[in-house]
């Protein structure tokens, strides 16, 4: 406090003075607590709003970048891992076949197209194709493994490398079989067997366009299913010419029926 004789004056001069001070305690009244306290929401209201904005103007400013990798995932059999983006995923081939399946981690993140199994065989169609290898002149070999394909591909699934097998299968087996016909004396028995071969080989390409077989279609890409086709096709048009080559004489009235579809159809 300030004092002087200013403010309080001097009544008596050359006396000495003092001063007494007091002080009371009391609570501050109610309404002084509400009305301190009520603006206090709608300043951190304001502030919160404009902290977002703010926040939200710098997010869109940031420029965003592609992923990185593309996730793992289980298609056909096959397990892909995380595979990082321009890069080719290798795993192993479907269970009760060996090699490597294959698709490719685009840029943006996402598998491109379907797996490639063009590389997954079985061991079953290994030991077919090197029967007719080490026995090139033995037509008993080649029309049971004719049978054999026939017969498996009615009742299981194919992956795309057993199509491009099989394909190559057939080729050699007609190769082997027209070369061990022609060499052979005609005879009723040996056209006979002719006969059930090509019936095999028909059956065989009806076989691999039904529902059954499409995914396999699917494993490779266009190039190799129109190199497929046309082998088997081409095989089965060749061995059909050289039976009625060589049909004996006594035959040559007979009449062949044969039933198949009339190509391969778009997969």
Same mark, same amino acid.
């Given at each position: ?6 403010v ?52 869109s ?43 490719f ?20 169609i ?27 591909? $009615? $009742?299981?699934?194919?992956?795309g ?35 059930e ?24 890409? !266009?190039?190799?299913? $129109? ?7 081409? !095989? ?28 391969? $159809?778009?997969?």
């Amino acid at each position: 406090m300030y004092v002087k004789n200013e403010v309080f004056g001097d009544a008596c001069p050359e006396t000495s003075k003092y001063l007494e001070f007091r002080f009371i305690c009391v609570s501050p009244p109610a309404t002084t607590t509400t009305t301190t306290t009520t603006p206090l929401p709608t300043t951190t209201t304001t502030s919160t709003s404009t902290t977002s904005s703010v926040k939200s103007s710098l997010t869109s400013l940031l420029p965003t970048f592609p992923p990185k990798f593309c996730q793992p995932k289980f298609e056909r059999e096959v397990q892909f891992g995380k595979t990082e983006t321009g890069r080719i995923a290798k795993a192993q081939c479907p269970i009760n076949t060996y090699g490597e399946a294959e698709q490719f981690c685009s840029i943006t993140g996402k598998w491109e197209g379907l797996p490639d199994l063009s590389n997954c065989v079985s061991i079953w169609i290994k030991k077919l194709d090197d029967d007719i290898q080490n026995s090139p002149e033995d037509p008993i070999i080649h029309f049971e493994t004719m049978k054999d394909l026939f017969t498996h591909s $009615r $009742r299981h699934k194919l992956v795309g490398g057993e199509l491009i097998k099989v394909s190559s299968i057939v080729e050699k087996v007609v190769y082997n079989y027209i070369n061990i016909m022609k060499s052979s004396t005609k005879s009723k028995e040996n056209h006979h067997q002719s006969r059930e071969m090509n019936k095999f080989l028909v059956d065989l390409i009806n076989n691999l366009l039904s529902p059954l077989q499409e995914p396999a279609w699917k494993d490779i890409n !266009s190039i190799k299913q $129109r190199n497929v086709a046309s082998k088997i096709l081409d !095989s089965s048009e060749k061995l059909l010419a050289t039976i009625f080559s060589v049909t004996p004489t006594s035959e040559s009235s007979m009449t062949e029926h044969f039933d198949a579809l009339p190509n391969i $159809r778009a997969i």
